[in-house]
């Protein structure tokens, strides 16, 4: 009886669990289905018939996108931005990382815990000053102006998963490089950094998305039209087109592909990194 009794509960926990994943699920696809079918319609076709397929399908919102100016200047600074922030954040999270991780020294814990208080410092309560300096560097209107905040503000998260990363690396490893003539610096480059290629592709995803979805940085840096990035970008273009509702879902669309795939490659690296983490701190 009381096994019956378990069993039910446990077919009902897995149906609610079912009914509550497929609801979040529509959440998520439902919205994207709507954009990107949107995007092959006409505004009369939107407003007739919303949720249906486009009959006939209408190209010309999208070549008209991929085609323009005004999408592939953003797309460019975006690129240039993310990388650029990528590049800093990971080399200088790495090298700190392994500071943190491999070196014993007064006060290690202590700088560290300063790294990791950054992670409760929110973006939006630095913007003001962060703009005052900026200026007196003369750094608005100007890439760096965006890649050194970013990658500044990137670094808590990436020293942690570093960390916990090279901390699980055995001292035996370690030990023989040592004896076979590799130094600090040998054994940081040849050894521990091919070791850690899933953390260093975790923290590059996070990196990246966070540089491709920032849009209050780059507004306030950039003022001149062709530093613009590619959530400036939808914005501009929702308010220039704002009565052209297919064209801008085109442009939303299409502006969201790039981060898309570079998630879907770079996934089971994300997962794999982040489990191995986990793992050290077990």
Request: aromatic share 14%; proline share 6%.
């Amino acid at each position: 009886m009381n096994g019956d009794m378990v069993g039910s509960k446990s077919r009902l926990k897995s149906v609610w669990l079912h009914i509550i994943s497929i609801f979040v699920a529509a959440f998520i696809v439902v919205p994207i289905v709507f954009g990107v079918l949107g995007g092959f319609k006409t505004n009369g076709q939107l407003s007739t018939n919303p949720l249906g397929i486009p009959k006939p399908w209408v190209f010309d919102n999208y070549a008209e996108i991929l085609g323009s100016v005004h999408f592939w200047t953003p797309m460019r600074n975006s690129l240039l931005v993310a990388l650029g922030t990528v590049v800093l954040v990971v080399g200088t999270g790495a090298a700190a990382a392994y500071v943190f991780a491999r070196f014993a020294f007064r006060g290690r814990e202590l700088f560290f815990t300063l790294f990791s208080v950054g992670l409760m410092f929110p973006f939006a309560v630095a913007i003001l000053p962060l703009f005052v300096l900026l200026r007196e560097m003369e750094l608005l209107d100007n890439p760096l102006g965006v890649i050194l905040p970013q990658a500044a503000f990137g670094l808590p998260i990436t020293i942690i998963v570093l960390r916990s990363f090279f901390r699980q690396i055995p001292v035996e490893v370690e030990e023989a490089a040592t004896i076979d003539g590799c130094g600090a610096w040998g054994f940081f480059w040849r050894i521990l950094l091919p070791m850690a290629r899933p953390a260093l592709a975790t923290v590059s995803v996070l990196a990246i998305v966070a540089s491709w979805n920032n849009f209050m940085l780059p507004l306030v840096v950039f003022t001149d039209p062709s530093w613009w990035t590619l959530p400036i970008g939808v914005q501009q273009f929702q308010s220039q087109y704002a009565t052209d509702v297919a064209k801008i879902l085109a442009y939303v669309v299409i502006a969201m592909i790039p981060a898309l795939i570079f998630y879907a490659v770079a996934e089971r690296q994300l997962i794999g990194g982040l489990t191995a983490s986990d793992s050290s701190k077990g």
